[in-house]
């Protein structure tokens, strides 16, 4: 239903990698070209790119959830509708994103059932429980400021279509950190109730979102030739650091404390923070997270649900195109 | 101990700007339930949208009602420090979402309305509410060329869809009569050229339905027994759940900034 007509480059991988065709194209990326898709590029370029893409998608629509979540309980109607217009963003964000994914010759069904039969990731942090509204203050501020610190760089990515889509999503991923602040700050500024509420959900979201950016450099499997690719600019640890460099004085500013006894300032003014539990996200990544069997339950309780709705619309069309083909032959 | 409700002084146009409020509020937050479950990507952000816009519609006639009050009330007073005896809107727009189909019929029935209703409202002496219904007017026309086409999706889609359509037509027809009905206060309204006679609106919105209906293959039903209660506070089971929901934060952390 969603497949795109193009060119599936199977054939040409099989047939046509070598060793020349490699050369030119690492010298086009090195020339800070763009690879577009009916460009011929390695089968590995194309599989690494269709993970990352996907899962990155992925992540957009399971990320709907725990913000979903609040959506019916917000606490204003100002903040239901900024709330509201925030996660449909992110489903546009989604679609963007399988659609980036889809000029790669993997159409958006084969994607979704990847993700719906736990076959392809999605992220981590999504796997733990928004559960009060300072987390949704948090998210926007932790949460969507990590994932700006990840995009970024990817608006420079090699592959266009993904480059391209990133630089949409990161202008809004901007406005959403900045909305999510906001919550912050209005709590932070509140009764002692609600800066409570704004300490205790930066408690729990904040060794989660420093786990957002992946495993440290020292044992991450995708870096090395994702950098030679361009499709990755910077490491994992560079950048949790600027994160986190960026991230503090922000902290400071609403009153509140990251929970890091152990973090000090290095003479060149980083933050240092302390060992990150990286048992925990294993357990996340293994889908042992607080949330992953909610998440994944009801991303695949909707697919099922909305089976007839998609069939429907399929049958729907298919009756119209053959009553209109029975029309231009009369 | 005193309520936590507040009391609205309801004169006749204070109720009228409430009972529309309510209509955009309790539909939209119907819709913004959709978030992250509807069958495709392209319905959560459709369904979402929607919501939107009768959200927007709905802070507006709440500030207006709050205005027209002068009572130093406001949108989210109005909107989360009411009990479910307070509020006004019909019906129809509270009933659960159901399955796709009864989510899109409800949208149907209310959206044929409401695009014909806020477009004659353009002409209220009104300036306020005539702002309001032309900016209403441009997003309810695309809400209703959204249900139209699925409506006409599911019914000539397969067997399942038709069915699921027909049941979700007999089953919320009863609740479309009362967007018909006005009481005295509302009908001074209307001979005031503030208002206008829902009534009048009914033979077009009638051939909306039946023009559609007919290219859907479905069947509009024949019971004309219409149930009533919405506008003055005599509601179903859902709007109570529905309010717990959507006031909670208020509830429990009264008088605070968010």
């Known amino acids: ?330 | 101990m005193p309520s936590a409700n507040i009391q609205v002084s309801e004169t006749p146009l204070v109720l009228y700007a409430l009972r529309r409020a309510d209509d955009a509020l309790i539909l939209g937050h119907r819709l913004s339930e959709w978030c992250g479950h509807a069958p495709m990507l392209e319905e959560d952000m459709a369904l979402s949208n929607i919501a939107l816009d009768l959200i927007g519609q709905a802070r507006e006639l709440y500030t207006y009602a709050a205005k027209a009050e002068a009572k130093g009330s406001d949108e989210d007073k109005l909107a989360y420090l009411r009990d479910v005896r307070q509020y006004r809107n019909l019906l129809l727009v509270e009933q659960p979402n159901g399955d796709f189909a009864q989510t899109l019929v409800r949208q149907f029935f209310y959206s044929a309305f409401a695009d014909l209703y806020w477009r004659a409202m353009m002409t209220s002496r009104d300036t306020t509410l005539a702002a309001i219904a032309a900016k209403s007017e441009k997003e309810s026309a695309y809400h209703l060329r959204h249900a139209s086409e699925w409506i006409i999706r599911l019914g000539d889609g397969t067997d399942e869809s038709h069915r699921r359509a027909q049941a979700a037509i007999d089953h919320l027809w009863t609740f479309t009569g009362e967007m018909f009905g006005v009481d005295e206060g509302e009908r001074a309204l209307i001979h005031a050229g503030i208002a206008v006679d829902p009534a009048s609106l009914r033979g077009r919105w009638l051939t909306t339905l039946s023009d559609i209906a007919r290219e859907a293959t479905l069947e509009l039903p024949q019971n004309d027994w219409m149930q009533q209660g919405g506008r003055v506070g005599r509601h179903s089971e859902h709007l109570g759940h529905l309010l717990s929901e959507l006031q909670s934060m208020q509830r429990t952390f009264p008088g605070l900034t968010w």
């Open chain 1, 1 to 330: 239903m969603y497949t795109q007509a193009l060119n599936t480059a199977e054939t040409d991988d099989r047939g046509l990698e070598d060793a020349a065709r490699a050369a030119q194209f690492q010298a086009r990326i090195d020339a800070e070209e763009r690879i577009e898709p009916n460009d011929w590029m390695p089968a590995a370029y194309r599989k690494t790119l269709t993970r990352q893409i996907s899962q990155h998608a992925h992540s957009e629509i399971v990320g709907m959830l725990p913000e979903g979540n609040w959506i019916t309980r917000a606490p204003t109607l100002r903040r239901k509708a900024a709330l509201l217009a925030k996660v449909q963003d992110e489903c546009g964000h989604g679609l963007y994103l399988y659609a980036a994914a889809e000029t790669l010759g993997t159409s958006r069904e084969e994607l979704v059932d990847a993700m719906l039969a736990g076959k392809a990731k999605y992220s981590s942090i999504f796997n733990y429980p928004a559960l009060t509204w300072a987390d949704i203050g948090t998210i926007g501020w932790l949460v969507d400021g990590a994932a700006i610190m990840n995009q970024i760089p990817l608006c420079r990515c090699s592959y266009g279509p993904y480059a391209r889509a990133m630089i949409r999503v990161c202008k809004e991923e901007s406005f959403h950190q900045r909305q999510g602040y906001e919550i912050m700050l209005t709590l932070c500024r509140g009764s002692d109730e609600q800066k409570a509420m704004a300490q205790d959900a930066l408690n729990r979201w904040w060794w989660p979102v420093l786990m957002m950016f992946g495993p440290p450099d020292a044992t991450s499997q995708h870096s090395d030739v994702s950098t030679k690719w361009k499709i990755k600019r910077f490491s994992n640890d560079e950048l949790r650091q600027k994160f986190v460099d960026a991230t503090v004085p922000q902290a400071q500013y609403l009153g509140l404390t990251i929970p890091d006894p152990g973090m000090i300032q290095d003479a060149e003014g980083h933050w240092r923070y302390s060992e990150i539990d990286w048992t925990e996200f294993k357990q996340v990544l293994a889908g042992n997270g607080p949330c992953n069997r909610d998440r994944m339950a009801e991303r695949r309780e909707a697919h099922e649900e909305g089976a007839w709705v998609r069939e429907a619309a399929a049958a729907y069309a298919a009756k119209r195109a053959q009553r209109q083909t029975a029309q231009a032959a009369e």
